[in-house]
């Protein structure tokens, strides 16, 4: 059973493009988290989603953010018009319910520039 | 909104020495996780702790949630240096699906 797959690992985009982020949870997993983690903080939640659904989007900034888990294939978050601020590692977790371990990806480290 | 705050935000420690984290919510929480990130790594769960008052013992590592479930702690004994990394808490409020992590703290340990 593979773990938690994110990719790509690191993605350099400049100012003014998107940028689309993979996350394929483990096999058996339909809820998928996704965290935002600055140099040396903490993890910041931005999503949550089950399968198709927006569980809870508290955490994701109105604009130029939005994510997705649809039926078949991988969770994507997608960041519209980078800005150098969005530079920072995402993380994707799943976990097999509600309240229960969670497992986390390798990361994706984004770079504006 | 919720907070979760953790104390210190860095520690030194020479090997051998005990280490304890402390994590401290705004409001009271249904559960509470622990998680240990190595530098340039990813958080890797350690623990669940759901009851008021629960303790919970893996190997070196004590973990226990308040009687308000609103704190909890991580006490390492005789830390060595496979130890070092950040150490995250994660709470949940009832009603909400989020974990909410706290700020960190980091452990260094000194050969």
């Known amino acids: 059973n593979a773990g938690v797959m994110q990719n790509p690992r690191h993605l350099v985009r400049r100012r003014g493009q998107e940028a689309r982020l993979r996350c394929s949870p483990m096999?058996?997993?339909?809820?998928v988290y996704w965290y935002r983690q600055l140099p040396e903080e903490g993890l910041k939640f931005m999503v949550y989603l089950q399968k198709e659904n927006i569980i809870d989007e508290s955490g994701m900034p109105k604009e130029r953010f939005s994510a997705e888990f649809p039926k078949e294939g991988p969770s994507i978050l997608r960041i519209q018009q980078v800005v150098r601020g969005d530079s920072a590692a995402y993380f994707c977790a799943s976990s097999p319910g509600t309240r229960t371990e969670a497992f986390f990806g390798q990361g994706t480290r984004l770079t504006v520039v | 909104g919720q907070q979760v705050m953790q104390i210190p935000q860095y520690q030194h420690v020479q090997e051998g020495e005990d280490f304890t984290t402390y994590c401290n919510s705004s409001t009271t929480l249904s559960n509470i996780q622990w998680y240990k990130q190595r530098p340039g790594g990813h958080p890797v769960f350690l623990i669940q702790l759901v009851k008021s008052g629960e303790v919970k013992k893996q190997k070196r590592l004590t973990f226990q949630f308040g009687e308000a479930k609103k704190n909890s702690s991580l006490h390492i004994t005789a830390t060595q240096t496979t130890d070092v990394g950040t150490y995250f808490c994660?709470?949940?409020?009832?009603?909400?699906?989020?974990?909410?992590f706290g700020t960190g703290t980091r452990l260094k340990v000194l050969a």
């Open positions: 994660a709470g949940v409020t009832s009603g909400t699906y989020k974990y909410i």
């Open positions: 096999k058996g997993h339909s809820h």
